[in-house]
């Protein structure tokens, strides 16, 4: 079993490509944000070090689970606060992540595990996948596909392209590069030919 991560900036259309290889036979796909929303559920440890760390903070629902627009509001506010919540919440998923990568190969029924995820070089996934993919798509693009599809302004935009790496060290920590500029179609071609290239199919 080859294990990669995908990763690429805000609006690059990950989406799509990940649907498509999780269609794939004998490849499984993880989602690094799906993983800390179940994380960060009552019951977990990482809910209780939450709760701890953020006592004083109104971002509850009334069951007792994180408000998550509140736990937003803070947290992107407050850069200290974002730090710890994420000095939390990353090593949680990592460790989450790990034991699913030793689960699938003592199975032996993969050929491929695929972890998606925003902060995967930030967060040095370089150490645990065999190789990392950067799904690149130009910046004006990403722009246009924010604002027309979420409905984001164009500050609001460019504040979270500033808080992301550049194109130049995404490639520079990538060994394939998927260019989403194109069609739909073309993209799912490069991504067939990556696959054959690698041999996971």
Same mark, same amino acid.
């Given at each position: 079993?080859?294990?990669?991560?995908?990763?690429?900036?805000?609006?690059?259309?990950?989406?799509?490509?990940?649907?498509?290889?999780?269609?794939?036979?004998?490849?499984?796909?993880?989602?690094?944000?799906?993983?800390?929303?179940?994380?960060?559920?009552?019951?977990?440890?990482?809910?209780?070090?939450?709760?701890?760390?953020? *006592?004083?903070?109104?971002?509850? /629902?009334?069951?007792? !689970?994180?408000?998550? @627009? +509140?736990?937003? #509001?803070?947290?992107? &506010?407050?850069?200290?606060?974002?730090?710890?919540?994420?000095?939390?919440?990353?090593?949680?998923?990592?460790?989450?992540?790990?034991?699913?990568?030793?689960?699938?190969?003592?199975?032996?029924?993969?050929?491929?595990?695929?972890?998606?995820?925003?902060?995967?070089?930030?967060?040095?996934?370089?150490?645990?996948?065999?190789?990392?993919?950067?799904?690149?798509?130009?910046?004006?693009?990403?722009? *246009?596909?924010?604002?027309?599809? /979420?409905?984001?302004? !164009?500050?609001?935009? @460019? +504040?979270?392209? #500033?808080?992301?790496? &550049?194109?130049?060290?995404?490639?520079?920590?990538?060994?394939?590069?998927?260019?989403?500029?194109?069609?739909?179609?073309?993209?799912?071609?490069?991504?067939?030919?990556?696959?054959?290239?690698?041999?996971?199919?």
């Amino acid at each position: 079993m080859r294990f990669i991560g995908i990763t690429g900036g805000v609006g690059a259309g990950k989406s799509a490509i990940l649907s498509y290889l999780g269609t794939k036979p004998k490849v499984k796909v993880m989602l690094a944000d799906e993983i800390a929303h179940d994380l960060m559920e009552p019951g977990t440890g990482c809910f209780e070090k939450l709760k701890m760390q953020f *006592a004083d903070e109104d971002i509850y /629902r009334p069951d007792g !689970a994180f408000d998550r @627009e +509140k736990l937003a #509001a803070v947290i992107f &506010s407050d850069e200290k606060k974002r730090k710890e919540m994420n000095g939390i919440v990353h090593p949680a998923v990592r460790e989450y992540v790990l034991l699913q990568k030793e689960k699938e190969q003592k199975k032996g029924e993969l050929s491929l595990l695929v972890l998606e995820a925003a902060l995967l070089i930030e967060e040095h996934y370089d150490e645990i996948c065999d190789e990392l993919w950067y799904i690149y798509t130009s910046r004006e693009n990403r722009k *246009a596909r924010l604002m027309e599809s /979420r409905g984001y302004s !164009a500050n609001r935009v @460019e +504040k979270m392209f #500033a808080s992301q790496l &550049s194109e130049e060290e995404y490639k520079s920590h990538c060994s394939v590069v998927i260019d989403n500029n194109g069609s739909l179609e073309d993209t799912l071609a490069q991504i067939d030919e990556a696959l054959r290239r690698e041999a996971y199919e």
